[in-house]
């Protein structure tokens, strides 16, 4: 019997419904005819979930008696006996209780059925998955016990994702419709959060479209299907670290910008150890790579064409931007086709874009340099090898009296060594004179130029051919190991400094140190040229150079910028090496620049702002009760025969008043104290039941207020009478906004080291958008009702408060309608 197949209905959280669809499922093809059980539905005492199973056929359970508790598991041994055509087995990633079975968790269980050839469908919390564990820990503070690995669920024949919005999700959890009424406020608070469930929604939908991915390359390789398929625009750029890069990474950044696609830059090395783009120029043009939001990859390939062409196949590319030769047309004559025309011809369904830039090839012919990229003395050392070695070579022969054939190795010998010190033009030159000395010497008739026999013309001009070959190849040779070993010096030392960078040391005098560890300097400076001259930035080491003339070594960095260093002069491969270096100078000081301007923006666009709020607030929420007093008090004092009453009436509007306005002052200052850092806080354990019948003095007698505190939660790390005010000005501002009808909840719950304190109130709530703008200073929201009292001040001192104390406030909606005000504190040790 072969193999059952698997299928998962993988959700982000308990309480999005799939045990509910597994059920359908199995209904669904029971209705088909076929043979369907339930080995193991868990309805969690929820009421839609356990109609789902009626009318569905189930294996009994396996029950077990475990230290003192009744427990009921999956009957493995009963289903492989009745051996269905599917089975229904929930929560995949379950732990069996110890002595219910051969394994220890329900997965094993749902492989054994598989290997039996029973199809299962199951059901999967995204937290439960190996690869994820830590993440889910860190966002939600729960930790995961129970975990199946990624390599079985993707191993599955379907999976399927049961999506529900956070906020729905919730609503469902307020109706009852997923835990019992006593534990709704309770997981709101805690694992449901808004925050939580989202993030946990992402992790689902992210896993599951790396699966889909996955999926989608198995069936292209076991169908042989090496295509592309446009199931998403990938742009790929090649780069050659050519002068041209800027301007093809830009162009492809806005062809994948305008079909939302994905940007990837390629650069091929080539095998042969010959790279002619430096360092300084890729290191930039991956920068700007990354900065467009795209990615850059490097391969080595024995050619350039069919490597790009291998790695825009293998990401599944849909267009490729290259720019134009910049080889001369001659030199695209002699040696054929360039890289852009042979993927242009080799690329099938996916589209080339040539680029035409500032260095293509123009008019003109550009003749090839002679230096071969080695040095003057070099070469002048391989023309006074051939000059030292050619004439000794021709007496010797000449006195031997030694045949063409015979000496033909023996000059050739000589091209060969001069090449290996001069290069390829030098040995050029000692093949002619070779070719020259033996045609003199050597060749019927001797002591003239003229050659009579067709075979000695034949002999001297292939040794010339095989001179000039031979001498080509040598130089290729000797240039590519020196390159090779060039390169491999300059990868390792940018490695290392690479490390650096990641290890931490991201601070721009950091930086600039290990540029002067690097090349053994004695100081490293980064200099800004100013109006008169040159600033310091930064600085290590001994004296360091305060402009460029006094440096060994200096290059630029940005606009109006130079790394300096003194020590030693720095050759030419170093200085390109230091080039790369003054890519991550520019990056940390840009950096640090963004850091300080943050940092000395904030207190002046604040200050500034609670300027213009307390000036606001003094002109009108302050000449309000003043306002009312004196109108009081001047009735008083006016010639008028008031009654009793009416004299004790003035003189309750006139207490009321200066009773809000000392209520305004003290805010007031108690900002001031918050601001300033001057705020008092005598910590102690408080148990929240005394602070919140205090402050419930403060509020007024008629209200609503329902207090749901237990007499066993732990005490708090607070002080008493700062949390009281706390306390006191939230419920005052739920009081504010709830309905008459309705009376606001003060409820307290622990969870871990924390203790929250929760004032829910059914008013009109708080928007997302103004989440955090409440807490501000000054602020309240549109729908403050008329007449409402106070600065806005309430919420911003609480939360001042509780910070100072270590905790934290915060308002999340209410499910059903509301605001939801959470005072968070350490629970005391």
Not at 15 to 42: I, N, P, Q, S, Y
Not at 498 to 503: V, Y
Not at 770 to 791: C, Y
Request: net charge negative.
């Amino acid at each position: 019997m072969g193999r059952g197949t698997l299928r998962v209905y993988l959700g982000a959280a308990p309480g999005v419904g799939k045990t509910v669809a597994m059920l359908d499922e199995g209904r669904r093809r029971l209705a088909r005819g076929t043979d369907v059980v339930v080995a193991f539905a868990e309805t969690h005492g929820r009421a839609h979930t356990a109609q789902c199973l009626d009318g569905l056929p189930a294996v009994p359970r396996k029950a077990v008696n475990y230290r003192g508790a009744h427990f009921t598991e999956l009957d493995l041994d009963a289903v492989l006996a009745r051996r269905p055509q599917v089975a229904l087995v929930d929560e995949l990633a379950h732990t069996n209780v110890p002595g219910t079975g051969r394994n220890a968790q329900r997965w094993q269980d749902v492989e054994e059925l598989l290997a039996a050839g029973v199809d299962v469908i199951s059901t999967l919390n995204v937290q439960h998955l190996e690869s994820l564990n830590d993440v889910v820990q860190q966002i939600t503070g729960v930790p995961q016990r129970e975990t199946v690995p990624d390599a079985i669920v993707r191993a599955a024949d379907q999976l399927e994702l049961v999506d529900m919005s956070p906020e729905a999700l919730r609503r469902r959890m307020a109706h009852g419709n997923v835990y019992p009424p006593e534990r709704v406020d309770a997981a709101l608070a805690n694992y449901f959060r808004v925050g939580n469930l989202t993030a946990l929604r992402e992790l689902a939908l992210l896993w599951l479209a790396d699966s889909v991915e996955d999926g989608l390359q198995r069936y292209r390789n076991e169908h042989g299907i090496t295509g592309t398929w446009e199931t998403k625009e990938r742009v790929v750029v090649g780069l050659t670290g050519g002068p041209e890069g800027e301007t093809l990474v830009r162009r492809a950044a806005r062809i994948a910008a305008r079909t939302r696609g994905e940007l990837l830059a390629l650069h091929v090395a080539r095998s042969d150890g010959l790279s002619g783009p430096g360092v300084a120029a890729l290191t930039a043009q991956r920068l700007l790579v990354e900065s467009l939001g795209g990615s850059y990859h490097s391969v080595v390939g024995d050619a350039v064409a069919p490597a790009l062409l291998d790695f825009a196949r293998r990401v599944d590319a849909t267009q490729i931007v290259l720019g134009t030769s910049r080889r001369p047309w001659l030199a695209a004559a002699l040696t054929g086709p360039g890289t852009g025309a042979t993927v242009t011809r080799d690329s099938g369904p996916i589209d080339v874009h040539l680029v035409s830039h500032d260095y293509s090839a123009g008019s003109g012919v550009r003749l090839p340099q002679l230096t071969g990229g080695l040095t003057r003395r070099r070469r002048l050392a391989g023309l006074l090898l051939a000059a030292v070695l050619l004439p000794p070579l021709t007496i010797a022969c000449v006195q031997l009296d030694g045949t063409l054939a015979a000496n033909v190795p023996l000059y050739l010998l000589v091209v060969v060594l001069t090449s290996l010190v001069g290069g390829f033009y030098p040995a050029l030159l000692s093949a002619g004179a070779a070719s020259l000395l033996l045609n003199y010497y050597f060749t019927e008739p001797r002591h003239t130029f003229t050659i009579h026999e067709a075979s000695n013309i034949v002999a001297v001009v292939t040794f010339l051919l095989i001179a000039v070959l031979v001498s080509r190849v040598v130089d290729l040779a000797a240039r590519r190991s020196e390159l090779a070993a060039r390169a491999g010096a300059e990868a390792e030392t940018l490695s290392t400094f690479a490390g650096s960078l990641l290890r931490g040391e991201s601070a721009l005098p950091a930086v600039l140190d290990r540029v002067r560890e690097t090349f053994a300097m004695d100081s490293t400076a980064l200099l800004e040229r100013a109006d008169r001259g040159w600033t310091t930035v930064a600085a290590v080491g001994v004296e360091p150079p305060m402009s460029p003339p006094e440096a060994d070594a200096a290059v630029p960095v940005g606009d109006g910028f130079d790394l300096v260093l003194r020590g030693h002069p720095l050759p030419a491969g170093d200085q390109r090496v230091l080039a790369a270096f003054a890519a991550h100078v520019a990056v940390a000081y840009r950096q640090q620049q963004l850091a300080e301007a943050a940092r000395a923006a904030e207190p002046l666009a604040e200050s500034d702002r609670q300027r213009t709020a307390l000036l606001n607030a003094v002109s009108h929420d302050l000449r309000t009760p003043l306002a009312a007093a004196k109108a009081a008090v001047s009735s008083l004092a006016a010639d008028v025969p008031w009654s009793a009453g009416q004299r004790e009436e003035f003189l309750e509007t006139a207490d009321n008043a200066l009773d809000r306005l000392t209520d305004l002052v003290t805010n007031l200052l108690d900002l001031s104290r918050l601001q300033v850092g001057s705020l008092p806080v005598l910590p102690a354990a408080v148990g929240l039941e005394d602070v919140v019948a205090r402050a419930l003095d403060h509020v007024d007698p008629d209200a609503k207020v329902e207090v749901d505190v237990p007499a066993d939660l732990p005490a708090v790390h607070a002080d008493a009478g700062l949390l009281e005010r706390v306390v006191a000005n939230v419920v005052q501002n739920a009081l504010r906004y709830a309905p008459p009808e309705f009376p606001v909840r003060v409820a307290g719950s622990a969870h871990r080291d924390q203790v929250e304190l929760r004032v829910i109130d059914r008013g009109p709530g708080i928007d997302a958008a103004h989440a955090e703008t409440v807490f501000t200073p000054f602020q309240r929201t549109d729908d403050s009702p008329a007449g409402g009292a106070g600065l806005g001040l309430g919420l911003a001192i609480a939360r001042g408060f509780a910070e100072a104390m270590g905790g934290s406030v915060s308002a999340e909606p209410t499910p059903g309608g509301g605001a939801t005000v959470v005072i968070a504190l350490r629970a005391a040790t």
